[in-house]
């Protein structure tokens, strides 16, 4: 009846693509995702030039602008892409219905709603707008986190296993959500502390085990498909090796007590190493195979480094060192690289196209691992702060085309024709 009613917007809602848009959930979240990489660095990088050049005369943001920059990218640009994914591969790993357009829409409008709030609120100086757009990205992460809890509880319910790859994906959101009420305390009481745990458990919790977990799951799977005489290597103990690892981690971050944080982290790069010798095809593989075990390459040498500088710390605490370089280089080497991987393959995949690498996603995938070198030795420069902002803009310049062509391809209708 609706529809009969208003025919005319119907038809505008079709020639925008927004019905499209809603016809799966790695649509729409990949949609906001896409939006979000560009809103983030926008921010950070006309901050930096400011804080470098005074070009812009951009006014500071409402709280710290290193910890908005971590919290935003953290817990505002990588979700929408965690859960356009985790709630398109719940129900098929599990056997079970897919989710309907209503439930999803609401987490990709949180989401969305509050990436544009709290970047609006950098660029006012409106700490109600940074609130607003937290709180909006909790009501948006709820939502998803409901969702992938409901599959889970279906599954154990018609006892279908044990799922350990979802749970171990669900586990790291439900830190993820821990964290992001961190910062959201941290906000209203300015205690410093919750800020250094939200921090923490984003990257340690969050980031790490769910791209980890999705490589267990998927990246032998892919590659037992397309390389000859691939064997599958997927031993469920290194799962257990990546929690344990990550807990005590994260918990010593927190506390601050760094005589044993280097060799865990040494310890999780010699396991992160291992499993990416064992996965690593040794014949002929695609690109698109290919650039997720590069991408991936950064986790074992970010911790390597992590765990060095740690220890160095503590024997030789007036040498220099790289800083936050590190774990920029897990940030956008693995995380960023891995982004561009596995968000291309499920777009090339679900929009009815070849799986195969497009031109953008090279050039942004070259400029992304080109940035994660420059931005790992940037703090060692003469003149870090200009290094910063050269890296925000190599990401930004390698994004934009690959976001543009994405955005193109979730608001058209399949290549092949077929729903989704």
């Given at each position: 009846?609706?529809?009969?009613?208003?025919?005319?917007?119907?038809?505008?809602?079709?020639?925008?693509?927004?019905?499209?848009?809603?016809?799966?959930?790695?649509?729409?979240?990949?949609?906001?995702?896409?939006?979000?990489?560009?809103?983030?660095?926008?921010?950070?990088?006309?901050?930096?030039?400011?804080?470098?050049?005074?070009?812009?005369?951009?006014?500071?943001?409402?709280?710290?602008?290193?910890?908005?920059?971590?919290?935003?990218?953290?817990?505002?640009?990588?979700?929408?892409?965690?859960?356009?994914?985790?709630?398109?591969?719940?129900?098929?790993?599990?056997?079970?219905?897919?989710?309907?357009?209503?439930?999803?829409?609401?987490?990709?409008?949180?989401?969305?709603?509050?990436?544009?709030?709290?970047?609006?609120?950098?660029?006012?100086?409106?700490?109600?707008?940074?609130?607003?757009?937290?709180?909006?990205?909790?009501?948006?992460?709820?939502?998803?986190?409901?969702?992938?809890?409901?599959?889970?509880?279906?599954?154990?319910?018609?006892?279908?296993?044990?799922?350990?790859?979802?749970?171990?994906?669900?586990?790291?959101?439900?830190?993820?959500?821990?964290?992001?009420?961190?910062?959201?305390?941290?906000l209203n009481l300015e205690d410093p502390r919750w800020m250094l745990a939200s921090i923490k458990i984003g990257t340690y919790l969050m980031l790490v085990p769910v791209y980890f977990t999705v490589a267990h799951r998927m990246f032998p799977f892919f590659a037992n498909n397309v390389v000859e005489g691939y064997s599958m290597w997927r031993p469920t103990w290194l799962i257990a090796v990546l929690w344990a690892a990550m807990l005590a981690t994260c918990i010593l971050k927190i506390t601050g007590d760094g005589q044993m944080a280097w060799s865990v982290e040494w310890l999780f790069s010699a396991a992160s190493a291992i499993a990416l010798v064992r996965w690593w095809p040794r014949r002929k593989a695609p690109g698109l195979l290919r650039i997720l075990f590069i991408a991936l390459a950064w986790m074992p040498i970010a911790f390597a480094l992590i765990g060095a500088q740690d220890l160095l710390a503590l024997t030789h605490p007036a040498v220099a060192h790289l800083g936050r370089g590190p774990l920029h280089g897990l940030y956008i080497g693995c995380f960023g690289g891995l982004m561009v991987a596995m968000v291309t393959r499920v777009t090339q995949g679900h929009s009815g196209r070849l799986l195969e690498m497009p031109t953008v996603a090279w050039w942004a995938f070259a400029l992304i691992q080109i940035t994660a070198v420059i931005r790992v030795f940037t703090e060692i420069f003469r003149d870090p702060m200009a290094g910063f902002a050269l890296a925000a803009l190599l990401w930004i310049v390698g994004f934009l085309p690959w976001v543009v062509r994405a955005g193109c391809i979730y608001l058209q209708p399949r290549a092949d024709g077929k729903p989704g």
């Open positions: 009846m609706a529809t009969d009613a208003h025919p005319q917007v119907t038809a505008a809602r079709q020639a925008l693509g927004i019905e499209t848009l809603a016809r799966a959930p790695h649509r729409l979240l990949f949609f906001v995702g896409a939006l979000n990489v560009l809103l983030a660095t926008a921010w950070w990088l006309c901050w930096l030039v400011n804080a470098r050049w005074q070009w812009v005369h951009l006014p500071q943001p409402p709280l710290f602008a290193g910890w908005l920059h971590a919290t935003v990218m953290q817990y505002q640009l990588f979700p929408p892409f965690f859960f356009g994914f985790l709630l398109t591969v719940f129900p098929r790993w599990m056997g079970l219905k897919e989710f309907d357009r209503w439930h999803f829409v609401p987490v990709g409008a949180g989401l969305l709603g509050g990436q544009v709030a709290t970047i609006a609120g950098a660029f006012s100086e409106l700490q109600v707008l940074v609130q607003i757009g937290m709180f909006m990205t909790a009501a948006g992460w709820l939502t998803g986190l409901v969702l992938l809890g409901g599959k889970l509880r279906e599954a154990r319910a018609a006892t279908q296993g044990r799922h350990w790859h979802a749970w171990s994906c669900f586990v790291g959101m439900v830190f993820g959500f821990a964290g992001l009420l961190a910062a959201i305390v941290y």
